[in-house]
């Protein structure tokens, strides 16, 4: 069901505000909103000219390492930079090995990035021992860089062979450093007695913003912003102060792909960063941004988090994050070509193993329903990725509404694996109190890793279950959170313009999200080359209209009639003309009496349970609207969602097959607002790849012999399915060259061709396969949830 939608109270600025800010008077609304309520809070937000940022010196620790590093250089020291896989772990580490070699000589810098898969996070001490007995580079110093807080025997080690142990990172401070005070040096260089030699205060210089007191400016700095403080202080006492400002394009990527809180310092040096971005030298950065079609001077945060981003993280997940150090420090072109497209490849192989994993984990539901009446749901699979694996969990809370936790557990090995979870359940807590059960864990309220002996799944699913009703977590209401109401018709170019002074957004400072009432739908069209996106064109009653973008939003009802709608506002620029574009956020049925919008509590429907008895279809309300679809009704007359259109609202509704998709099931709740709910869930459709694939070629022959055209939502009531099954059912015929898909054209109308004997692309041809067959997993999962959820879990109240 869809959330409620909480409308921000409106805040009206002082006047003072207002005057400062100048422009709309959305800006200083929006900003008082949240909490920039004062020209000294705002100017500062909003012009990078009015911050004054930390000086690095103001990074506890930071002064210590700097010089330590500065003696290191000019003595000719060997320095080895130890990383991390991630993006913010392989921006750190380009960023200072290129520094390091630009102060310094080549030859004395050397850098070690994990592999997730034979060392995971951090100081591995068989690897380093590698390191330490490699007579071609002995290195005198270890410079970590988004980790090593937590690595007490990699540091022992280090300083039991004689190295200057450095430590930069941003992650939690330890059990270790429960004693030190914030806001001053962290202890370090302590010798510490033999029975204490894994210790991370044995290092040199320790650097971690977590030492900062709570509202400092820098606590929000994640690993690179941390390793560019640090090569900052190294130019200074260079006296080549500025110089290392070259580096910001490398500290904005980590920024946003690290999901960083952007506030304070770190929103300052993400603002520099993303001009530098748009203007980069960096030959890799070039060749990736034109892999992914990205138009360098219109770059945004939303681009790294969503093109670039994914296509760094997919090395870590798939490969060896290495490669990436190479392509961001490359000046070589051809290289730099060879590796971003190499990049690219593992990208759609992350795609590819998605779909898979996805399919694979709701066949695991689908024949192991009792996994669904526990708190959290725990899977496990001995062929399972485990850089994907995390990917899945999240899909898996979203399908569901309850945390995850995927395992792969192949034989002879330990179980490991990655936990997501729900705003209301602390994850990370409800894991570490099954530690008797578990080798290894860690993380925080909303994702975990974990190990565990394989034998100990079974246990630790119970255990799981049991000890998330104890770490349940107030997250606040539950709803959209809405900024501001707006006209429709005060929608403008400029008015985009103006709110794009609150960017960059993300972690932190949320894209502004507004609503607009009573509006209707002039023209719906599928888009892309899939039809999975959908281009809508809103009207009110003045006769105001805007297009609007929905990305993945093809397979979604909307409600009939007015709506009501909720959406981001952005500028599209194509061949030179820029355009408002709107994006879709939600929309419900529009609502004339409510003056705001408020949390409502949902009213309690009659709901009469009979998925474990054996009906007649007699004996059910005469009047009431029937979901009866698919192609195995027996003597049952077909009964259409789509009849729901034209339905009177406040009947009955039975639902007599069980529904493909929540999705389904919510819209008709909303849409025909029952009087009461009866839920059947009987078996009526065929959800096997060849069933569906044989039903879909057969309506696409009639069409072929007809006019050429399919209306997806039709195809999709007459089995029983999804859109997305129909949409991804035809791609395969094409795929087979047993037809062409011409054009999407509006609503859910496709005209096809017969096919043409073209030969797919081979990587597109898995994808699409495993998308298909991720597609035909879901709904069976889901008809097997719908069968023996509990109410609440079913989500039916309107």
């Not at 809370?397 to 209301?424: D, H, I, Q, Y």
């Not at 000890?467 to 709803?479: L, M, N, S, T, Y």
């Not at 609207?625 to 259109?645: I, N, Q, V």
């Amino acid at each position: 069901m869809s959330r409620p939608w909480l409308l921000v109270p409106k805040v009206d600025p002082s006047t003072e505000l207002r005057a400062a800010v100048g422009g709309h008077p959305l800006v200083p609304q929006l900003l008082a909103q949240r909490g920039l309520d004062t020209p000294d809070k705002a100017l500062p937000f909003l012009d990078i000219e009015h911050y004054r940022p930390a000086e690095p010196s103001a990074l506890v620790g930071l002064d210590r390492a700097a010089r330590l590093l500065h003696d290191a250089i000019r003595s000719e020291e060997k320095i080895l930079v130890w990383g991390d896989f991630d993006v913010d772990g392989q921006t750190s580490t380009s960023l200072l090995v290129a520094a390091l070699r630009n102060l310094g000589r080549d030859e004395d810098v050397r850098f070690h990035v994990p592999n997730r898969f034979s060392e995971s996070h951090g100081i591995r001490v068989e690897k380093l021992r590698e390191y330490l007995s490699d007579p071609a580079f002995p290195p005198t110093v270890l410079l970590t860089c988004d980790t090593g807080i937590a690595e007490g025997p990699g540091v022992g080690m280090a300083k039991n062979h004689g190295l200057t142990v450095v430590i930069t990172d941003h992650h939690d401070l330890t059990a270790e450093f429960a004693d030190c005070e914030l806001g001053i040096d962290p202890p370090c260089g302590d010798p510490v007695e033999a029975a204490g030699q894994e210790s991370v205060r044995r290092a040199d210089a320790i650097v971690n913003p977590k030492f900062q007191r709570v509202d400092d400016p820098l606590r929000t700095l994640p690993g690179v912003g941390v390793a560019y403080k640090l090569v900052q202080r190294l130019y200074e006492l260079s006296d080549r102060g500025g110089e290392e400002e070259k580096f910001l394009d490398l500290v904005a990527l980590g920024i946003v792909a690290d999901v960083a809180e952007q506030v304070n310092d770190a929103r300052y040096l993400l603002q520099l960063g993303l001009d530098k971005l748009r203007r980069t030298q960096r030959t890799g950065l070039q060749a990736l941004m034109y892999n992914a079609r990205i138009n360098p001077e219109i770059l945004s945060a939303e681009d790294i988090g969503f093109q670039l981003g994914p296509r760094m993280n997919a090395l870590g997940r798939l490969e060896d994050a290495t490669v990436a150090v190479e392509l961001l420090t490359t000046r070589d072109p051809i290289r730099a070509g060879e590796l971003a497209a190499r990049m690219e490849r593992l990208n759609n192989q992350r795609r590819l193993l998605t779909s898979q994993i996805s399919s694979t984990a709701l066949e695991i539901i689908n024949r192991n329903p009792q996994y669904l009446d526990f708190n959290a749901i725990v899977l496990a699979h001995p062929q399972w990725h485990a850089g994907i694996v995390g990917i899945v969990a999240s899909r898996i809370v979203e399908e569901f509404n309850k945390p995850a936790v995927l395992l792969l557990n192949p034989p002879g090995e330990p179980a490991r694996g990655s936990a997501r979870s729900t705003p209301g359940v602390d994850i990370g807590a409800s894991i570490a109190a099954c530690a008797d059960l578990l080798i290894g864990f860690g993380g925080h309220p909303g994702a975990a890793g974990l190990s565990l002996p394989a034998d100990n799944v079974d246990r630790f699913r119970r255990e799981l279950s049991r000890q998330i009703e104890h770490h349940r977590i107030d997250a606040g209401p539950d709803g959209l959170r809405i900024d501001a109401e707006v006209p429709f018709g005060d929608l403008s170019l400029s008015l985009v313009e103006q709110i794009d002074r609150l960017a960059p957004f993300g972690n932190g400072n949320p894209k502004p999200i507004f609503m607009s009432r009573r509006l209707a739908v002039v023209d719906d069209r599928r888009i892309g080359k899939d039809g999975t996106h959908r281009k809508l064109l809103l009207e009110d009653s003045k006769g105001s209209k805007q297009p609007v973008i929905w990305f993945r939003g093809a397979d979604v009802e909307l409600p009939d009639g007015a709506i009501d709608f909720a959406y981001s506002l952005s500028i599209n620029e194509y061949k030179g003309e820029r355009s408002l574009q709107l994006g879709y956020v939600a929309s419900r049925p529009a609502e004339v009496d409510r003056i705001d919008v408020v949390e409502v509590k949902p009213k309690r429907l009659p709901i009469h349970d009979l998925r474990q008895e054996t009906v007649n279809p007699a004996d059910l309300p005469a009047d009431a609207f029937w979901l009866a679809e698919g192609t195995a009704l027996g003597d049952l007359p077909f009964r259409s969602r789509l009849d729901a259109h034209q339905a009177k609202a406040g009947r009955p509704l039975v639902l007599w097959s069980s529904p493909p998709s929540q999705e389904l099931t919510g819209w008709l709740v909303e849409t025909l607002n029952p009087s009461a709910i009866y839920l059947i869930g009987q078996d009526t459709a065929d959800d096997s790849l060849d069933g569906v694939l044989k039903a879909v070629a057969g309506m696409a022959k009639y069409a072929l012999s007809q006019d050429c055209r399919v209306t997806i939502d039709r195809m999709a009531a007459r089995i029983g399915s999804t859109e997305a099954v129909i949409r991804h059912s035809l791609l395969w015929l094409e795929m087979k060259n047993l037809i062409q898909v011409m054009e999407w054209e509006g609503g859910d109308v496709v005209r096809i061709a017969a096919g043409n004997g073209n030969r797919p692309d081979e990587t597109e041809r898995q994808i699409l396969q495993a998308q298909l067959d991720e597609q035909l997993a879901e709904v069976r999962a889901y008809r097997r949830f719908f069968k023996r959820a509990k109410f609440a879990d079913l989500r039916l109240d309107s």
